[in-house]
């Protein structure tokens, strides 16, 4: 399209089908001002009546139409001073853009609860809830926070607060490079995402490894040391792939530091009204930073006194923003919806904390470089598992056409079954049940039938014994099986059907490694199913609606 000046947005259907008539931009009746929101107006039935009243007439079944028309109520002459308006009357969580056909070369967006960076060029500029919306074209960036209004134009931009005073920002430099948002010779981002792995992974821990120390340097985590020595507990919140991480993360800092930790997911602890004591130290898990179920929750905990730290990789999001401090994952920009690399280093994200607090404690220093020299070794381990790609591939084309799967798994690889299981829900489509071996016998075992294929992840631990015997009751009861295991092992080699094997190492790092076969198949199975692998349908990169 011809034009200097425009709006945009793909909606994440909330209010009515997934329409041509329901897509954004939403318009005023004479047509003049268009709108792109995202979020959720609550009120929107109230508003939309009385201005049905009024005569107005509406065209989609969206809460976000009762917005053009609302400014276009309170316009006289000035966009900002419309929307200042309008949004006094708005209840719920909204990013809004919206323009003016009068007022050309003018952008006006406003905040409350879902997202907005201003992005700052040369002789133009940008809006976007995201800042890898516009990464391509400038690294330097304006977060706005709620109740903020600003006004864009060509060379220009100004922000006021709910008191209409303008705001004076800082200006963010973004540090990532325009090739992390490039496919390069890869078909798609999930592939070059999951092929990351090794530098993402070494990128998390650089800078961060004391090996003089045996421990972690962790610099942005704003606790002095009393208050770490006096943690009693660690509770984590997350959700999806990144609850899976802080699942992972509690079993280590229950094991290696000796601290009561467990995971929640957010969206429901939100509305438990939590236990939240003293000693506890909280952590919000989020790759986008900006998943409202977590913000809301973190927000939540922090209101009953608690500290809490964020694990982000978008920097300067908002959860990385309000939260008491924390680790970046520095994973670069993640753009495919199903995520790969961002998950690997919230892994090594909480081995450092783990490694940190627990030398803190009873970690002898032999210990702590014993540790230490496992995690080094992390990205070399990954980079040669990702040698099994064209193997996983093969076997991907046998089971592809399963309806549908368990994947199973013990201790530190149960959070990976569960997250081998949603990866490949999420871009295949295959109904898939991440389940705890052991559990099995409980219920999911009823599945079990030639058509209903398991893939089990076998550690060299002490569990793999208990993980064997549970392989051996699939067998005999005639379900498939494919096996993540360590190379080398003959055994379940044998007991497979298919093998997939990890280079042997540290049991307590398996996590990292059996994780990439599970991305891997996941990504071949949807291929072959021909889905949009990087956009699978119904979901969106950053869930920023509750
Ligand atoms: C899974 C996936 C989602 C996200 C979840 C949380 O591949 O992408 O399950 O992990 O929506 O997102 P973040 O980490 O951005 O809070």
């Not at 793909?10 to 709108?35: E, F, L, M, Q």
């Not at 609550?42 to 400014?71: Q, W, Y």
């Not at 002459?77 to 809004?96: C, F, P, S």
């Not at 200006?171 to 992390?180: D, F, P």
Request: aromatic letters at 8%; glycine letters at 8%; one cysteine or more.
């Amino acid at each position: 399209m011809d034009g200097s000046w425009g709006i945009g947005h793909t909606r994440w259907a909330t209010h009515g089908g997934v329409t041509k008539a329901n897509a954004h931009p939403h318009c005023s009746c004479d047509g003049k001002i268009a709108v792109v929101h995202n979020g959720i107006i609550e009120n929107h039935h109230a508003i939309r009546a009385m201005l049905e009243k009024m005569g107005c007439p509406f065209l989609s079944e969206t809460d976000t139409e009762v917005i053009p028309h609302l400014i276009s109520y309170y316009y006289k002459e000035d966009l900002v001073e419309a929307l200042k308006a309008a949004v006094v009357n708005l209840q719920g969580t909204y990013g809004i853009a919206c323009i003016h056909a009068d007022e050309p070369g003018r952008i006006v967006g406003a905040r409350n609860g879902s997202p907005l960076v201003v992005g700052v060029g040369a002789g133009e500029m940008f809006l976007a809830s995201d800042i890898t919306a516009m990464v391509a074209y400038t690294d330097k960036v304006v977060y706005l926070n709620d109740g903020e209004i600003v006004d864009i134009q060509e060379n220009h931009y100004s922000i006021i607060d709910r008191e209409e005073r303008t705001v004076d920002k800082k200006v963010a430099q973004i540090t990532w490079e325009l090739g992390s948002i490039e496919k390069g010779d890869y078909p798609c981002y999930m592939e070059k995402e999951i092929f990351e792995q090794p530098e993402s992974i070494a990128r998390a821990l650089s800078g961060r490894l004391d090996v003089e120390n045996a421990t972690a340097k962790l610099g942005g985590l704003n606790l002095g040391r009393g208050r770490l020595s006096d943690v009693g507990r660690v509770k984590i919140i997350a959700a999806g792939t990144s609850w899976h991480a802080g699942l992972v993360g509690s079993l280590l800092l229950e094991q290696f530091a000796r601290i009561p930790a467990q995971a929640e997911l957010a969206s429901e602890i939100r509305y438990r009204n939590p236990v939240v004591e003293k000693d506890s130290l909280w952590f919000t898990v989020s790759q986008s930073g900006e998943t409202a179920d977590s913000l809301y929750a973190m927000r939540e905990i922090q209101r009953k006194g608690a500290t809490v730290l964020g694990i982000c990789n978008v920097v300067g999001s908002t959860i990385a923003r309000e939260s008491d401090g924390g680790i970046y994952v520095h994973s670069g920009p993640e753009i495919a919806v199903a995520s790969t690399k961002a998950f690997t280093s919230q892994l090594a994200a909480f081995y450092l904390f783990t490694l940190f607090i627990a030398r803190m404690r009873h970690l002898s220093r032999e210990e702590g470089l014993s540790f230490l020299a496992s995690l080094q070794e992390v990205p070399a381990k990954v980079a040669q598992t990702l040698g099994q790609r064209d193997h996983v591939q093969e076997i991907a084309k046998k089971y592809h056409k399963a309806k549908d799967f368990l994947f199973l798994g013990r201790g530190n690889l149960y959070p990976i079954a569960l997250e081998g299981a949603l990866k490949l829900k999420e871009i295949s489509y295959i109904h898939a049940e991440g389940c705890s071996a052991g559990e099995m016998k409980h219920g999911p075992i009823a599945l079990v039938s030639p058509e209903v294929p398991s893939l089990f992840l076998v550690s060299d631990d002490f569990l793999r014994e208990k993980t064997i015997s549970n392989m051996r009751e699939i067998k005999a009861r005639g379900g498939p099986i494919i096996a993540v295991g360590v190379e080398g092992d003959k055994e379940v080699a044998v007991l497979a059907d298919d093998f997939i094997p990890v280079p042997k190492g540290d049991p307590r790092f398996y996590p990292f490694t059996m994780v990439i076969p599970l991305q891997l198949f996941a990504y071949f199975c949807a291929l072959e199913l021909g889905r949009d692998v990087d956009q699978p349908r119904n979901l969106a990169k950053s869930v920023t609606v509750e």
